[in-house]
Antibody, heavy 120, light 106 residues
Framework: QVHLQESGPGLVRPSETLSLTCTVSGDSVRSDYWSWIRQPPGKGLELIVYMYYSGDTIYNPSLKSRVTISVDSSKNQFSLKLTSVTAADTAMYYC??????????????WGQGTLVTVSS | DIQMTQSPSSLSASVGDRVTITCRAS??????VNWYRQIPGKAPTLLIY???SLQSGVPSRFRGSGYGTEFTLTISSLQPEDFASYYCQHTSSTLHAFGQGTKLEI
């Protein structure tokens, strides 16, 4: 069974960089696409970015200039960095596998999420 | 960009009711739609993929249908754990946008 677990600071100061890591078990980060999705309190889901191990990466255009995603196959992890954060970046951050078949794909499974608050 | 619009944004129902949630795409997306349920305080989980395929382990009371621009998620007999938020999501283009969500309340 595939399991994803987010980790990282729960509090980030404005203008600093948010850094999160997702540890994958039961699957290899060398297969499928791996993604970050966020959800501001009381709001809906927003795709941030997803990437394949080979480097193929798709960004949400509204966040692209501030986002970096990377994969560490030796630790079976992938990571997110979001620079110059503001209060608007306060959200629950989820990692998820973008899997599927040759025709379709979908986000499954998801990590439990980690709440990141941007505040001084 | 393809926009996904869900309706209603909120819905009240009772245990045992049948409910339908609609998702409309801003352009033809074939059957590239998935549905997720998010129980309060939990991460979303996949219910339906490719518009109508039931994810393994998901109860058969969930049914997805539609093609093109209009899609529906029907829950045939609501259970207590179904009082949650539901999201549609398209994968027709590289930016896999979500609908704004439907909150199903008792």
């Amino acid at each position: 069974q595939v399991h994803l677990q987010e980790s990282g600071p729960g509090l980030v100061r404005p203008s600093e960089t948010l850094s999160l890591t997702c540890t994958v078990s039961g699957d290899s980060v060398r297969s499928d696409y791996w993604s970050w999705i966020r959800q501001p309190p009381g709001k809906g889901l927003e795709l941030i970015v997803y990437m394949y191990y080979s480097g193929d990466t798709i960004y949400n255009p509204s966040l692209k200039s501030r986002v970096t995603i990377s994969v560490d196959s030796s630790k079976n992890q992938f990571s997110l960095k979001l620079t110059s954060v503001t209060a608007a970046d306060t959200a629950m951050y989820y990692c998820a596998r973008l899997g599927g078949n040759d025709l379709h794909n979908w986000f499954d499974p998801w990590g439990q999420g980690t709440l990141v608050t941007v505040s001084s | 960009d393809i926009q996904m619009t869900q309706s209603p944004s909120s819905l009240s129902a009772s245990v045992g009711d049948r409910v339908t949630i609609t998702c409309r795409a801003s352009q033809n997306i074939g059957y590239y739609v998935n549905w997720y349920r998010q129980i309060p305080g939990k991460a979303p989980t996949l219910l339906i993929y490719s518009a109508s395929s039931l994810q393994s382990g998901v109860p058969s009371r969930f049914r997805g249908s539609g093609y093109g621009t209009e899609f529906t998620l029907t829950i045939s007999s609501l259970q207590p754990e179904d009082f949650a938020s539901y999201y549609c999501q398209h994968t027709s283009s590289t930016l896999h946008a979500f609908g704004q969500g439907t909150k199903l309340e008792i």
